[in-house]
């Protein structure tokens, strides 16, 4: 069971003050029960001494489905019951936004070819019985996905019942396949309107809550106490709720009926501001998730699902909900799951972000077991399409950010594209990677994230090559023989078969590598979950290589993965000297040998992986080297402790402090590959609190060592103020890049080198800007540079990163795009 809130987060949160530490001189030597030499080891470090944290779940396969798009099991289902208009049901099976006809029979009939492709968890799209159709004029669509819920109680009746669920939950879990529910907590349906009759959003500085009496206050104060003012909808709120007469009582549980329980303050601005939280989503009713009573019923609801049978979550819009939700209701759904004996549940939040010091602390403060590794996803598809592979091990070295005593980066789901954002198919087009490269690094993308840290996902259809326009409903295409023009036009990869046919074909070679990557990871474990020690990366395009192991097997396996068009060969340290690694995959890998000094050269052939095992266990060692701490002086905000460890072992380095004065160690988290460190956050430590800290090595034989070090609390020096990037610095063209390129004059959507994207420099703040009038809808937008995508930026100023969305209220609004070189962020303002 995982530890509650109080009992952990806020030992592993850190962000405004700043520590100093003074390296605590080693102990002298003496022999100690397990290690026979250097450091002196106490009965509190062996108690200590730990193992890189493998909790919960860490070698799923997973296989994200729409039911919708999937397979139709029964057409009897197609239009809800509802009828056979399709703004009324919802189905058109030739309109993109509209019900297909895909069900959960379709899913229970085609296990086989689920299982097939070494599938260990299926993930669903919200199931739910959802509002079937939303918006007006061109702006239409229907409920299909999943994520406009009315009834969180009962199957979508278009993809059938709570007892056809219970069906398919058996019969996968007869085959040894999990299930998943994808969840949403953060809104329902749009049901609510606004008697003022406008959306946009109105900031609490401009007119906050009021309770039932009149009395301004501030939500925040409350979330999390358990405590709340009674409302009044006609005056607590910015906005006055009003719902329609026939859909009054249309939500369940009844308790989402009730007005109050939303923020009711207009459509979220998607600008990294208040109303990323407090805002509608896209008009979407936007839970008042500060109020305990939404708490309450929103773990009561999930509840019910997990005695259904469920196996976990994976939860909708994470970052546009509080933090002191997720820390009450993560633990609470963990710990009812684990009093029904499924100690193994597994919830994941979809936190729309690639930079892993912003991801983490949805693990570490919130108290979530992982979130979907959005990082990942945009590094694995700029390195596919040719990117640096020196950013992979930037990107890696960053896991140290999710080591916490309860979780690490080992369980993070890891995706190459989804059904926002877009397939990882059609990013390498968007790339410039050419046609008869395109499967090769499609494979490549998918080698990657089966060899390296993380659970993958495969999103439905990849398997089969499919592309896609770009993200959303474009990327949503069926798998049954599809009625959709704009799908039945795609050039797929791999296969000359199109969407206007079923594509179920485990003989398409991207069906077969991935199937073959999965038994590979079945049958060695260490591929899944073993330690991931950074090996080599090349300067640019090349290779790069990593170690995997496993406590206990101690048994090292090499994999380098090539993303150049010419073969690599490339010399890198291994854990032992002279010791022979057999060729294990693909077939005709041949084997290596390391030489007097551990180091060991191979050949990966051009845009392909090869993975070696070493024929014998590591070599006993006969101590463990004393670590050495490498923090020292000021340190702020998130600060890392971190350890030098000499020697190239497989070391494990837990970490633990405790204030001065005390006797118990509370540990931080263990750390199982260079750089050895975590992340303390001392927040809510008193200025001047003496702070001790203890670093224990573990080394593959069991032999300890251990050495501390004393800190002292201090107040953060200021934040830097960052200076505008130099006019030399600058690029020649900065482009808003996007969806709404059409509607602003651009022959097509991203169009990197159309005129009227393009951003001006303004050369006394170094920002580049460009205001634009847009229709309403929703988009998605890069900034790309000098005319074209060899340069582009997403999501979190990640180059190659995901789209970022944009949401462009109702009337349509003004919408000003800004540009800062300096971050490589982009952002839009409506308004």
């Not at 201090?714 to 690029?731: I, K, T």
């Not at 970022?804 to 009337?811: E, F, H, K, R, S």
Request: aromatic share 10%; hydrophobic share 35%; net charge negative.
């Amino acid at each position: 069971m995982r530890p509650t809130p109080a009992g952990r987060r806020r030992l592993a949160a850190l962000s405004a003050a700043a520590i100093t530490l003074a390296l605590a001189p080693a102990a002298a030597a003496s022999p100690d029960g397990r290690r026979p030499g250097g450091s002196h080891v106490t009965a509190a470090d062996r108690a200590l001494a730990a193992s890189s944290l493998r909790e919960d779940l860490t070698r799923e396969r997973f296989y994200f489905v729409m039911a919708d798009r999937f397979a139709n099991g029964d057409t009897g289902n197609d239009t809800g019951g509802y009828g056979t208009d399709p703004l009324v049901s919802g189905y058109d099976p030739t309109h993109k936004g509209f019900y297909h006809g895909g069900d959960l029979k379709g899913i229970l009939e085609r296990l086989d070819y689920i299982e097939g492709l070494g599938t260990t968890a299926i993930w669903l799209t919200p199931s739910f019985k959802n509002k079937p159709v939303q918006g007006e004029g061109a702006n239409t669509s229907a409920g299909y996905h999943g994520y406009w819920i009315t009834d969180f109680t009962q199957i979508d009746p278009h993809l059938g019942t709570n007892e056809e669920l219970e069906q398919l939950v058996d019969a996968a879990h007869a085959r040894g396949i999990k299930v998943f529910f994808d969840i949403i907590t953060n809104h329902t349906a749009d049901v609510i309107s606004y008697a003022e009759g406008t959306q946009r959003y109105v900031p609490k500085a401009t007119e906050p809550y009021r309770d039932a009496s009149g009395q301004a206050f501030d939500d925040r104060e409350f979330a999390g106490t358990g405590r709340f003012p009674a409302l009044d909808a006609q005056t607590s709120f910015p906005y006055t709720p009003v719902v329609a007469p026939a859909e009054q009582d249309v939500k369940v549980p009844g308790w989402l009926n009730d007005p109050t329980m939303y923020h009711n303050r207009g459509d979220a601005l998607f600008n990294g501001g208040e109303s990323d939280q407090y805002g509608d989503f896209v008009g979407l009713d936007d839970l008042f998730t500060e109020r305990p009573e939404v708490v309450e019923g929103m773990e009561e609801i999930y509840e019910a699902w997990v005695d259904f049978g469920i196996d976990g979550f994976r939860i909708d819009t994470v970052k546009h909900v509080n933090t002191e939700f997720w820390q009450e209701f993560a633990p609470a759904i963990a710990e009812h799951a684990a009093a029904r004996g499924n100690d193994d549940f597994f919830s994941f939040g979809e936190v729309y972000d690639s930079n892993p010091e912003f991801l983490s602390r949805y693990t570490t403060e919130a108290g979530l077991q992982a979130t979907l590794d959005f990082g990942f996803q945009a590094r694995a598809r700029a390195f596919s399409s040719g990117g640096d592979a020196g950013e992979l091990r930037e990107f890696y070295a960053k896991d140290d950010y999710y080591t916490d005593a309860d979780s690490n980066a080992y369980s993070l789901p890891t995706f190459l594209g989804n059904h926002d954002m877009g397939r990882i198919g059609a990013f390498l087009r968007q790339d410039g990677v050419d046609e008869d490269e395109l499967l090769q690094r499609d494979e490549l993308a998918h080698a990657l994230m089966y060899l390296t840290r993380g659970q993958p996902v495969v999103y439905y259809g990849d398997e089969q090559g499919f592309t896609g326009d770009g993200g959303d409903q474009d990327a949503r295409q069926d798998v049954f023989a599809s009625q959709v023009a704009t799908y039945n036009d795609d050039d797929l990869i791999g296969t000359d078969a199109t969407t206007a046919q079923e594509n179920f074909d485990p003989t398409h070679p991207l069906y077969r590598s991935i199937a073959e990557l999965a038994q590979l990871r079945e049958e060695h474990p260490a591929l899944a979950d073993g330690a991931q020690i950074d090996r080599y990366a090349s300067e640019g395009a090349g290779a790069y290589a990593f170690s995997r192991i496993s406590e206990g097997e101690d048994r090292e396996y090499l994999v380098a993965v090539n993303n150049s068009a010419q073969e690599q060969t490339v010399t890198f340290d291994t854990f032992d000297e002279r010791r022979v690694f057999q060729g294990l995959w693909p077939a005709g890998t041949g084997k290596v040998r390391s030489g007097a000094s551990g180091e060991v050269t191979v050949t990966v052939p051009a845009l392909s992986a090869a993975v070696w095992r070493a024929t014998a266990p590591l070599k006993r060692s006969k101590a463990a080297a004393t670590p050495e701490f490498t923090t020292d002086g000021t340190v702020g905000g998130r600060a890392e402790v971190g350890v030098d460890v000499p020697g190239d072992d497989f070391n494990q380095v837990t970490f633990a402090y405790r204030t001065a004065g005390t006797e118990e160690w509370t540990p931080l988290g263990t750390d199982d590959n260079a750089p050895y460190r975590v992340f303390h956050d001392v927040t809510d430590l008193p200025e001047g609190t003496q702070v001790e800290y203890r670093a224990v090595v573990q080394d593959h034989s069991g032999n300890l060592a251990a050495a501390g070090a004393t800190a002292s609390v201090v107040p953060p020096p200021p934040a830097p103020e960052q200076p505008p990037a130099e006019p030399g610095a600058q690029p020649e063209a900065v482009a808003a890049a996007g969806s709404f390129n059409s509607e602003i004059g651009c022959p097509d959507d991203w169009q990197p080198a159309c005129e009227q994207a393009q951003l001006a420099l303004d050369g006394t703040t170094g920002l580049w800007t460009l205001a634009v009038d847009l229709p309403e809808g929703s988009y998605e937008y890069k900034a790309a540079l000098n005319g074209g995508w060899d340069e582009n930026y997403g999501d979190g100023g990640t180059p190659n990163g995901g789209n970022i969305p944009l949401v462009v209220p109702a009337g349509g609004a003004r919408v000003t795009f800004t540009y800062d070189h300096a971050t490589h962020l982009i952002t839009a303002t409506a308004g």
